[in-house]
């Protein structure tokens, strides 16, 4: 159910109990929406400048012979995006990355018409294989919104990506599954994100030794999770760590600048005394 939804339901209590609050409630849920309404709108122009798989530029040559890219600090950061959308959707923040960072950025594809998140997260394997054999690195850092953190996830925890991934970023993405969107539960991978799916309970199983860092930002304003906690990462065998988004909502947790500079800090492994230990709070 929809914020929007519960809130004729729940704003006489809140009236009740904090009366000098519910004018702030009120108009931050406001402007979350209307902040949604815009990022949609605006991402609906971008689309089509998505639909393509990234253009992958030559790498210049070495003194003897063979190829190299840039030699940067870090694992390149791959962002892999939610269901029914494309590379598009991390414009911005691949820009803040960019600039931020010395790690190199990519944006993988995967197609719209994927109906399994065990096939997808076997694609996302290959593709990280051929990226490190491109750049020479061992790891790589990945940011996944909605579907695409759980693709990831599947990958890392399930297929033995955690050798190859050192941090996975999941934005807005329904680790415990969500009961949004009822209606489209006739697409197969809808039903994978459901409670209680297969693909859930696999992510429940022991995970020892798991070699990835986990950081989960999730928001208390998201339409598409429900409950809003299922964007959490709970499990005892990973190092987890959830970070709770303030203001906003679902589609623009990979578009505001200040949760683009909370993933900067989780790829830096930001340290436990460090403010986005605390979440993050939008204005």
Same mark, same amino acid.
């Given at each position: %159910?929809?914020?929007?939804?519960?809130? =004729?339901?729940?704003?006489?209590?809140?009236?009740?109990? +904090?009366?000098?609050?519910?004018?702030?409630?009120?108009?931050?849920?406001?402007?979350?929406?209307?902040?949604?309404?815009?990022?949609?709108?605006?991402?609906?122009?971008?689309? #089509?400048? &998505?639909?393509?798989?990234?253009?992958?530029? #030559?790498?210049?040559?070495?003194?003897?012979?063979? *190829?190299?890219?840039?030699?940067?600090?870090? #694992? =390149?950061?791959?962002?892999?995006?939610?269901?029914?959308?494309?590379?598009?959707?991390?414009?911005?923040?691949?820009? /803040?990355?960019?600039? /931020? !960072?010395?790690?190199?950025?990519?944006?993988?594809?995967?197609?719209?018409?994927?109906?399994?998140?065990?096939?997808?997260? @076997?694609?996302? !394997?290959?593709?990280?294989?051929?990226?490190?054999?491109? *750049?020479?690195? *061992?790891?790589?850092?990945?940011?996944?919104?909605?579907?695409?953190?759980?693709?990831?996830?599947?990958?890392?925890?399930?297929? &033995?990506?955690?050798?190859?991934?050192? *941090?996975?970023?999941?934005?807005?993405? #329904?680790?415990?599954?969500?009961? $949004? %969107?009822?209606?489209?539960?006739?697409?197969?991978?809808?039903?994978? %994100?459901?409670?209680?799916? @297969?693909?859930?309970?696999?992510?429940?199983?022991?995970?020892?030794?798991?070699?990835?860092?986990?950081?989960?930002? +999730?928001?208390?304003?998201?339409?598409? %999770?429900?409950?809003?906690?299922?964007?959490?990462?709970?499990?005892?065998?990973?190092?987890?760590?959830?970070?709770?988004?303030?203001?906003?909502?679902?589609?623009?947790?990979?578009?505001?600048?200040?949760?683009?500079?909370?993933?900067?800090?989780?790829?830096?492994? $930001?340290?436990? !005394?460090?403010?986005?230990?605390?979440?993050?709070?939008?204005?």
């Amino acid at each position: %159910m929809k914020v929007t939804g519960v809130l =004729p339901l729940v704003l006489p209590l809140y009236r009740r109990l +904090w009366p000098g609050r519910l004018v702030d409630l009120s108009m931050t849920l406001l402007k979350a929406t209307a902040l949604e309404a815009a990022i949609l709108a605006g991402h609906l122009l971008l689309y #089509p400048t &998505g639909l393509t798989q990234e253009r992958r530029g #030559p790498a210049p040559s070495a003194q003897d012979g063979t *190829t190299r890219l840039p030699d940067r600090h870090g #694992p =390149p950061v791959v962002l892999l995006h939610g269901f029914i959308d494309n590379r598009s959707v991390f414009v911005l923040l691949r820009r /803040s990355l960019a600039r /931020s !960072g010395p790690q190199r950025v990519e944006s993988l594809n995967y197609s719209p018409l994927t109906c399994d998140i065990r096939i997808a997260a @076997e694609l996302l !394997g290959r593709h990280v294989e051929e990226i490190c054999e491109r *750049t020479g690195s *061992t790891r790589v850092d990945i940011v996944g919104h909605s579907l695409g953190g759980l693709i990831a996830r599947y990958y890392t925890q399930c297929l &033995g990506g955690d050798v190859r991934v050192r *941090t996975l970023v999941t934005l807005g993405t #329904p680790h415990s599954g969500t009961r $949004a %969107m009822p209606l489209a539960s006739a697409h197969p991978i809808v039903r994978q %994100m459901r409670p209680g799916s @297969e693909v859930i309970e696999e992510l429940t199983r022991p995970a020892p030794g798991c070699r990835t860092r986990f950081v989960s930002f +999730w928001s208390d304003l998201d339409s598409v %999770m429900a409950p809003l906690e299922s964007a959490c990462i709970d499990h005892p065998d990973l190092e987890v760590r959830n970070v709770r988004v303030t203001g906003i909502g679902h589609l623009a947790l990979p578009v505001h600048p200040a949760v683009a500079s909370g993933i900067r800090e989780a790829l830096e492994g $930001a340290p436990a !005394g460090n403010p986005l230990a605390d979440g993050v709070t939008v204005a």
